[in-house]
């Protein structure tokens, strides 16, 4: 959904939920959709490393705004 060539999914680490680090993942589909998924990556096996998606929505336009600054960093623009 938002791994793709065109659009780099920006991931921001944020409050953990217990010892789970969370993160919003900011991206972009290649139909154009601006979404923020917040969610949790595992530390203990049988899933370490593995990301769980809380939720998927639009994002706001604040948000938006974020995203295409640092993406546009990531891109050296």
């Known amino acids: 959904m ?3 060539q065109t659009f780099k999914p920006l991931w921001v680490r944020t409050k953990s939920f ?3 680090p ?3 993942v900011y991206g972009r589909t290649l139909a154009g959709r601006y979404l923020l998924v ?3 990556v ?3 096996p049988p ?3 593995m990301f769980m998606p809380i939720t998927v929505r639009a994002m706001t336009s604040k ?3 974020f995203y295409e600054m640092h993406r546009k960093d990531d891109l050296g623009g």
């Open 2 to 4: 938002l791994e793709n």
């Open 18 to 20: 217990g010892k789970s």
């Open 22 to 24: 969370a993160y919003l």
């Open 38 to 40: 917040p969610g949790i």
């Open 42 to 44: 595992f530390e203990d």
């Open 47 to 49: 899933m370490k490393g």
């Open 63 to 65: 948000e938006k705004k």
